[in-house]
Nanobody
Framework: VQLQASGGGLVQAGGSLRLACVSSKPSSSKFGMGWFRQAPGKEREFVAG????????FYGDSVKGRFTIFRDNAKNTVYLQSNSLKPEDTAVYFC????????????????????WGQGTLVTVSS
């Protein structure tokens, strides 16, 4: 399984970006997906997750109310809509696939995800 993340770029504070993560396998529609980020010199941080059907979403505290995760299983794609961006959102954003088929609920630990995309850089200027 290959995950291809895209949509990063340079944006001013208060702006928006939509990240996308495309899976090479249609079977990824049976798994939850997550977005993580890693800023320079910091540990990887959970951002948002979505279950396999899209009926359940969950977020890290730092992005609640500003970011929205959703998916289009017909396109094997998961999106992260990022609004009201802040300089502290600057990081490389990674998408990842849950290890468990048809899991109910969600997981925030990176150890619960087994396939990872290559990352896309988001830079927010002040």
């Amino acid at each position: 399984v290959q995950l291809q993340a895209s949509g990063g770029g340079l944006v001013q504070a208060g702006g928006s970006l939509r990240l996308a993560c495309v899976s090479s396998k249609p079977s990824s529609s049976k798994f939850g997906m997550g977005w993580f980020r890693q800023a320079p010199g910091k540990e990887r941080e959970f951002v948002a997750g979505i279950n396999w059907s899209g009926s359940y979403t969950f977020y890290g505290d730092s992005v609640k109310g500003r970011f929205t995760i959703f998916r289009d299983n017909a396109k094997n794609t998961v999106y992260l809509q990022s609004n009201s961006l802040k300089p502290e959102d600057t990081a490389v954003y990674f998408c990842a696939r849950d290890k468990v088929l048809y899991r109910d609920g969600g997981r925030q630990s990176e150890y619960d995800y087994d396939y990872w995309g290559q990352g896309t850089l988001v830079t927010v200027s002040s």
